[in-house]
């Protein structure tokens, strides 16, 4: 096994060749170089396992010479050792598949622990790639082409407009990818990790899945072209498969072979989000709603998951209020929780949906005050991350309440007051006026009247407004990447994200943070 360690000072590089125990990793020559364009020569004539470099260097930068080495399709195990903790470095080397990112000074015995890990995933690299050389599988450059094509439509970084998706299909040369029709999109998730997995190893596990969804998809396809499997996120896949006159019964069918055919190979368990048929400029709009939907989920899994009709969970939200009415019984709250996840509709929305009803009927019968004051959001989400937690939340909270009648008619300012409350504790869903306006009786005309006469602001405005603010808050409160801070108000799109966040705030959010002193 060769190693590479590229820095321009000459003491980092000997001490840390001094510092490891080779022999002990199995590692038999160890190369150096101070500069990118003396390693870029020693890569092209040695192909090397592991490259240890510095970052930031004069005469080209680490990344520079990982992307290029990337660009080369060289498949070396890279670890990145400096000094700069810096946002934009470490967002860059992740992108290029960095291995591990170490601050200087390490301790050595760090090194050597994260080296032995850096061999392993080596051995392991290996492994996979003669088991694909024996299954005679190899990715066409074209087809990594293509997919990542359509990971750009679906993640918004091609603008969701028809000639302009097709105007960047011909930049690519991608004349083979049909993009004409309409199309059903398919998210895949793989659930929670399983010990049969870890054995497996990633690069196996995204084998099998793309072969079995290649095998029961490709008759589908156009051009002779195979199916298109992009890696959206971790353990997040799609697909969008051509409607070709199929309608969405026989969709369903297709998904149902395809999710039997993973459950009967795959060692961990696999979700499957089937979406509305939409034209290519509609791909970012679905994959969003998608994965909404997979984060929404927490109960199902090895099944096909489409979510339930809006007119169905109001349904279920009168009964619940019902029973509320008529004691609040926690037990028969119980079984309407399990009636609703008997029939699918056990989401954390449903959850949140049904927290805030009940939390709402508690501080309007509450003679005392629960410890601690009002619900935390601790709390909360205790209760909405499973059904357990919230039938445990029920039973504690509903015993504060007297058995005495209350009038139930609200006023205006107490159905302003829960949509103010109900919308800064779930920033990070859907909020729309219809399912705003179904959370308290209202005609959501009604709604938007009464909202903007008694705070002044559009209902939509100010939803804006408070996700912009607890961006900011966590913008400069958080170190999380820019695109967790986007989901966590709301934003699955992170362009749409930047943008919304630069008109409310006249910078990016990173520019923000730099402002800020957040980013060095």
């Not at 760090?110 to 299954?135: F, G, H, T």
């Not at 998706?165 to 004409?180: C, K, M, N």
């Not at 037990?331 to 929780?337: F, K, N, S, W």
């Not at 005609?443 to 903007?452: E, G, K, M, V």
Request: one cysteine or more.
């Amino acid at each position: 096994m060769r190693v590479l360690i590229v820095d321009d000072e000459v003491y980092a590089v000997e001490a840390i060749r001094e510092m490891v125990d080779w022999e002990a990793l199995g590692i038999g020559e160890v190369i150096s170089a101070y500069s990118m364009k003396q390693a870029q020569k020693i890569l092209t004539e040695k192909p090397c396992d592991i490259l240890i470099c510095d970052i930031e260097m004069p005469r080209g930068s680490g990344l520079e010479l990982l992307s290029w080495m990337r660009e080369e399709g060289m498949d070396t195990v890279a670890l990145f050792l400096t000094s700069h903790a810096n946002f934009n470095y470490a967002n860059r080397a992740i992108k290029l598949d960095t291995f591990d990112y170490i601050l200087k000074p390490a301790d050595p015995a760090e090194i050597q622990k994260v080296l032995s890990r850096a061999v392993e995933k080596v051995e392991e690299n290996r492994v996979q790639k003669r088991r694909l050389e024996q299954a005679g599988y190899w990715d066409d450059s074209a087809v990594q082409r293509m997919e990542e094509f359509i990971l750009r439509v679906a993640d918004g970084r091609i603008p969701a407009d028809r000639e302009e998706i097709f105007r960047q299909a011909g930049l690519s040369h991608l004349s083979e990818i049909s993009l004409d029709g309409e199309f059903y999109p398919l998210l895949i998730q793989l659930r929670a990790e399983t010990e049969d997995e870890k054995e497996w190893g990633k690069g196996l596990v995204e084998y099998g899945l793309k072969n079995i969804l290649s095998e029961v998809l490709s008759n589908l396809q156009k051009n002779g072209v195979e199916p298109l499997i992009p890696q959206l996120a971790p353990r997040y896949y799609a697909t969008f498969v051509p409607q070709d006159g199929m309608d969405w019964e026989a969709f369903i069918a297709l998904c149902q072979q395809a999710l039997s055919a993973c459950l009967s190979a795959m060692p961990c368990a696999v979700t499957f989000y089937p979406g509305r048929l939409s034209a290519v400029e509609g791909f970012a709009a679905e994959t969003e709603s998608l994965l909404k939907l997979a984060s929404d989920n927490i109960l199902y899994d090895n099944t096909l998951y489409a979510p339930a009709s809006i007119e169905k969970i109001t349904e279920e939200e009168g009964t619940w209020q019902k029973v509320l009415d008529e004691g609040a019984d926690p037990d028969e709250l119980g079984t309407l929780l399990d009636r609703a996840a008997r029939g699918g509709l056990l989401t954390r929305t449903y959850l949140r949906r049904m927290f805030v009803r009940t939390q709402d009927y508690i501080d309007r019968h509450s003679i005392e005050t629960p410890p601690g004051g009002a619900v935390s959001d601790i709390e909360q989400l205790q209760a909405t991350a499973s059904l357990d937690g919230m039938k445990d939340w029920l039973a504690r909270s509903l015993s504060r309440v007297p058995e005495r009648e209350l009038d139930e008619r609200q006023d205006t300012r107490d159905v302003v007051e829960i949509l103010r409350r109900y919308i800064r504790g779930h920033l990070n869903e859907e909020l729309g006026r219809n399912e705003l306006a179904q959370l308290v009786y209202l005609n959501p005309d009604y709604l938007s009247h009464i909202f903007r006469e008694r705070v002044g602001v559009p209902l939509v405005d100010f939803i804006t407004a408070e996700r912009m603010k607890k961006a900011r808050e966590l913008l400069l409160s958080t170190d999380l990447p820019i695109r967790d801070v986007a989901l966590a108000v709301g934003y699955a799109n992170i362009s749409y994200f930047s943008r919304q966040f630069k008109r409310a705030q006249g910078q990016t959010p990173l520019e923000f943070r730099k402002s800020a002193g957040k980013i060095v």
